[in-house]
């Protein structure tokens, strides 16, 4: 009974993962990507499953411009350097901006909107954006991560006669400090796909290449969404399991009641 109860909460928490529609979006990309490396830009089933997913995706960003916007528009951190801040705002700008595009290219591609050059110059258009706003976040977090790294520099001095890593204050930036890390990568290999989605360098950066890179975004975008979900839900992922531990429990006592009955 334990075992199905543990079974159970599982698919619980996929449940919850795949109810998110930024999840699901993931996971199309990372299809579509997986898609574009084994079709390498020739015809075929991986290029026909590329090319369906891509279009699919559109629908899960839908009017997603808004989350950024609402970035845009909001305080920036107190103590965040201008410079850091003004590349934030950039970013969201031109991600807000992407997304905003990418709701017209959609409208072209599925027959709404009849311009079909318009259509293409747009989605150009957009795909620069996302690559601007790639930028921006590689410079944001390689500047996040030495301020972080000066900060734990401080700390670590504090912390001489003592074990830094039983440290809360330090186990939270090192936690911070290693998300950062994560996104910095991911932000770096995305500035590679948008230059093999535009085309900018055919010869080194083929769709083979392109598939592969955006294949490991995707992936690291999938962790990043269950890692958050994880921090967002913490009381109802809390919840869960207690109410199963609870019946977990109170079976076993049913049981042993019948047992020594017996």
Request: charged letters at 25%; one cysteine or more.
């Amino acid at each position: 009974m334990s075992m199905l109860d543990a079974t159970r909460a599982e698919l619980a928490l996929i449940v919850l993962y795949l109810n998110k529609a930024e999840a699901r979006d993931k996971i199309c990309r990372a299809i579509q990507y997986g898609s574009k490396f084994l079709s390498n830009g020739q015809p075929g089933t991986a290029q026909n499953v590329d090319k369906s997913t891509s279009l699919a995706r559109k629908v899960f960003r839908l009017f997603k411009f808004v989350n950024d916007l609402h970035g845009l528009i909001s305080p920036v951190p107190r103590g965040t350097p201008l410079p850091l801040a003004l590349l934030g705002k950039s970013k969201n700008a031109l991600l807000s901006t992407f997304l905003f595009l990418d709701q017209i290219v959609w409208l072209g591609r599925t027959g709404i909107y009849k311009n079909k050059e318009r259509t293409e110059l747009i989605g150009r258009i957009s795909l620069f954006c996302w690559m601007g706003s790639s930028i921006c976040t590689t410079l944001v977090e390689l500047g996040e991560l030495r301020r972080l790294s000066k900060s734990m520099k401080k700390l670590e001095k504090n912390l001489k006669d003592s074990d830094k890593h039983k440290n809360e204050e330090y186990c939270a930036k090192l936690q911070k400090s290693n998300e950062r890390t994560l996104a910095l990568v991911k932000a770096g290999l995305d500035i590679v796909v948008a230059v093999g989605l535009l085309q900018l360098a055919p010869k080194k950066v083929t769709p083979r290449v392109t598939g592969a890179l955006g294949f490991a975004t995707s992936f690291i975008s999938c962790y990043q969404v269950f890692d958050s979900m994880l921090v967002a839900d913490k009381v109802v992922l809390c919840v869960a399991v207690a109410s199963i531990t609870t019946q977990v429990q109170g079976k076993l006592k049913w049981e042993a009641c019948f047992a020594h009955q017996a």
